[in-house]
């Protein structure tokens, strides 16, 4: 007997493209999908390998990957793409692409944060890369913060770039393909809260045959399951304003996705009923709970507000701060709670 869990795995796609090469074309067949070298190994290469074994070089790295490791990725991250990263912090090396998307897909906001109703990720793709996963028991919605590609849900093909949002609905297989020269930088929800070990890596289907292909132009109809935010009409809110992107209308039932703009100042301390997570897409603030500021905010930064607690964003800079917020369950950014007494 084996584990329901268990049964749900399925083999990795380099395998099953390599055996419906074969069974294709037989061993004429040309097959992309997995390396087998026809050369020799650069001699530098193997050299360094037995004086690493002569040297007795045999101990575990430590758990974020050796030094010189990640020393070099500094560098080359440093060279080719102009980003100063600390390789004491911000450097991790996984032993394949499958453990890096599961320990990167739950990085942002989980339960162990105390979230109960949804939460967030944030996920790179490189340039002619592509990762992709399956999870039941969760609706996904993600938006592109940087560069262009693909967001392939079942058999729809979606041409994204920065500023659009997909909604995936809960069991759907989706992939993420970067199709630009840049690397594709994507920021998603899930709600409910579900556990890692019920996220598994995949693939679009293999037969694209029948995929259809979605694009956008300033005349565009949305599809149900991609937005654009050009094409929302932003709803406001005193001097702030937000798009929703995915909600109940597009058929995501349990959370809310929208980008809101918030000028320089500060608004007065709110609750909402909802669990919120808010992202910073552009500006610098600071982020209030109760009377106490509690954290700086800038591109990049997260942060996670129970239900119930009472916060607001100031924007501390001359420019308008962007955020992009998911909040389950799902409603409207404008609900809030009235104070008792």
């Given at each position: 007997m084996?584990?329901?869990?268990?049964?749900?795995?399925?083999?990795?796609?380099?395998?099953?493209?390599?055996?419906?090469?074969?069974?294709?074309?037989g061993d004429d067949c040309l097959n992309l999908a997995q390396g087998f070298p026809d050369f020799a190994a650069?001699?530098?290469?193997?050299?360094?390998?037995?004086?690493?074994?002569?040297?007795?070089?045999?101990?575990?790295?430590?758990?974020?990957?050796?030094?010189?490791?990640?020393?070099?990725?500094?560098?080359?991250t440093r060279h080719f793409r102009q980003m100063a990263v600390d390789p004491e912090t911000e450097i991790t090396?996984?032993?394949?692409?499958?453990?890096?998307?599961?320990?990167?897909?739950?990085?942002?906001?989980?339960?162990?944060?105390?979230?109960?109703?949804?939460?967030?990720?944030?996920?790179?793709?490189?340039?002619d890369s592509a990762a992709g996963h399956v999870h039941n028991g969760a609706e996904e919605a993600l938006y592109v913060v940087e560069g262009a590609g693909e967001v392939r849900v079942e058999h729809i093909a979606h041409a994204v770039r920065k500023g659009q949002a997909v909604f995936v609905p809960d069991g759907n297989t989706h992939s993420y393909v970067n199709t630009s020269a840049t690397p594709l930088v994507v920021v998603g929800a899930m709600a409910p809260v579900i556990e890692v070990d019920d996220i598994h890596p995949a693939m679009a289907p293999l037969d694209l045959r029948g995929v259809r292909r979605t694009a956008f132009d300033e005349a565009s109809v949305m599809t149900p399951t991609c937005i654009d935010e050009r094409l929302i009409t932003p709803t406001l809110?005193?001097?702030?304003?937000?798009?929703?992107?995915?909600?109940?209308?597009?058929?995501?039932?349990?959370?809310?996705?929208?980008?809101?703009i918030i000028p320089t100042g500060r608004a007065p301390l709110h609750a909402h009923p909802h669990e919120e997570i808010v992202y910073i897409l552009a500006g610098n603030g600071r982020l209030w709970i109760e009377a106490d500021q509690v954290g700086e905010l800038r591109p990049g930064a997260v942060v996670f507000v129970p239900v119930g607690v009472r916060h607001t964003l100031e924007n501390s800079g001359a420019d308008d701060m962007k955020v992009l917020g998911?909040?389950?369950?799902?409603?409207?950014?404008?609900?809030?709670?009235?104070?008792?007494g």
């Open positions: 084996t584990s329901q869990k268990s049964r749900s795995f399925t083999e990795s796609v380099i395998r099953e493209m390599t055996r419906l090469c074969l069974a294709e074309h650069p001699t530098a290469l193997k050299e360094a390998a037995v004086d690493a074994i002569r040297k007795d070089f045999n101990q575990y790295a430590t758990t974020w990957g050796a030094k010189v490791m990640r020393d070099a990725i500094a560098d080359k090396v996984c032993c394949g692409v499958t453990e890096a998307m599961l320990s990167t897909i739950l990085a942002l906001v989980d339960r162990q944060l105390g979230a109960e109703h949804l939460m967030a990720y944030k996920l790179t793709v490189d340039p809110m005193g001097e702030r304003s937000f798009r929703v992107l995915v909600s109940p209308q597009v058929g995501c039932l349990g959370m809310t996705l929208f980008t809101g998911a909040f389950s369950p799902a409603g409207s950014p404008e609900a809030k709670l009235i104070a008792s």
